[in-house]
C-alpha cells in the first residue's frame, strides 16, 4: 500500500502562471515532509521541505503548504518557469523514538511538471 | 567538492552474476543512503548506514548487501544478481538524522540484468 501518493503523474502549466503539485499521506506518524526535484539523468535535489507542527513554508518561489487534518500537502510554484520542467516527488518521514527520523524517507511516484513558454 | 558521486554509471548484468556499486561523499556527512528506482515509482530505500560500520535495512533489502567501512564511502552489493533487480540505483548522503535534514544525491546508476 502507498504511504505517500501523488495522484497526478503528469502536469502542464503555462510560464508565468501558478504551478500547484499535490501528495496525499496515510501515515500519521510522519512528521516531516520535503519536496525533491529531478531532471532526466540526475539524481533529485532537494528543493522545500516542511515540519509537521507548521502549515506553511515559503523559500523564494515555492511554498509548501501541509493541511494535517486531511493528510495533504501540496508544493506552489510562483511564477512558473520553463527551467521548472522536471519530475517532483514528494517525500515523507517517520518520527523515531528518540525524536528524530527513523532514517527511512517514503516516496511518491512523483509528478512530471511541464511548464510551456 | 564532488559532492556524492556513483561509479559505475552504467552496467549490463547477466542473471546470477555479482557486482559492487561505490557511492562516496565529500561531504563529511554521517548517514548515507542507497535507493533504488524503478519506472513509474518513487525512490525506495534498500539499505542506509547512521555511520562508518554501521548499516540498517531499509523498505527493500532483499538481494542486496551493504557496507561502510569508510565515512565518506557505502557501498552496495549484489551478489547473485536477478532480472527484477533491473533499475536505476541512487545513493545519497545527509549530515543529520534529526528531522532528516537534506539528503544530497548522487547521479544514479542503470543496471540493467539479462
Known amino acids: 500500500d502507498q504511504q505517500v501518493k501523488q495522484n497526478s503523474p503528469s502536469l502542464s502549466v503555462q510560464e508565468g502562471r501558478i504551478s500547484i503539485l499535490n501528495c496525499d499521506y496515510t501515515?500519521?506518524?510522519?512528521?516531516?515532509f520535503l519536496w525533491y526535484k529531478k531532471y532526466p539523468a540526475e539524481g533529485p535535489t532537494f528543493l522545500i521541505s516542511?515540519?509537521?507542527?507548521?502549515d506553511k513554508n515559503e523559500d523564494g518561489r515555492f511554498t509548501v503548504f501541509l493541511n494535517k487534518s486531511a493528510k495533504h500537502l501540496s508544493l506552489h510554484i510562483v511564477p512558473s518557469q520553463p527551467g521548472d520542467s522536471a519530475v517532483y516527488f514528494c517525500?515523507?518521514?517517520?518520527?523515531?523514538?528518540?525524536?528524530?527520523?527513523?532514517?527511512?524517507?517514503?516516496f511518491g511516484k512523483g509528478t512530471k511538471l511541464s511548464v510551456k513558454p | 567538492n564532488a559532492g556524492v558521486t556513483q561509479t559505475p554509471k552504467f552496467r549490463v548484468l547477466k542473471t546470477g552474476q555479482s557486482m559492487t556499486l561505490l557511492c562516496a561523499q565529500d561531504?563529511?556527512?554521517?548517514?548515507m543512503y542507497w535507493y533504488r528506482q524503478d519506472p513509474g515509482m518513487g525512490l525506495r530505500l534498500i539499505h542506509y548506514?547512521?555511520?562508518?560500520?554501521?548499516?540498517a535495512k531499509g523498505e527493500v533489502p532483499d538481494g542486496y548487501n551493504v557496507s561502510r567501512l569508510k565515512k565518506q564511502n557505502f557501498l552496495l552489493g549484489l551478489e547473485s544478481a536477478a532480472p527484477s533487480q533491473t533499475s536505476v540505483y541512487f545513493c545519497?548522503?545527509?549530515?543529520?538524522?534529526?528531522?532528516?535534514?537534506?539528503?544530497?544525491f548522487g547521479p544514479g546508476t542503470r543496471l540493467t540484468v539479462l
Open positions: 545519497a548522503s545527509s549530515y543529520s538524522l534529526v528531522r532528516i535534514g537534506t539528503q544530497y
Open positions: 501515515n500519521s506518524m510522519f512528521d516531516y
Open positions: 516542511i515540519s509537521s507542527i507548521k
Open positions: 517525500a515523507a518521514s517517520v518520527k523515531g523514538r528518540s525524536g528524530g527520523s527513523q532514517g527511512n524517507l517514503i
Open positions: 561531504m563529511n556527512h554521517e548517514y
Open positions: 548506514s547512521v555511520g562508518e560500520g554501521t548499516t
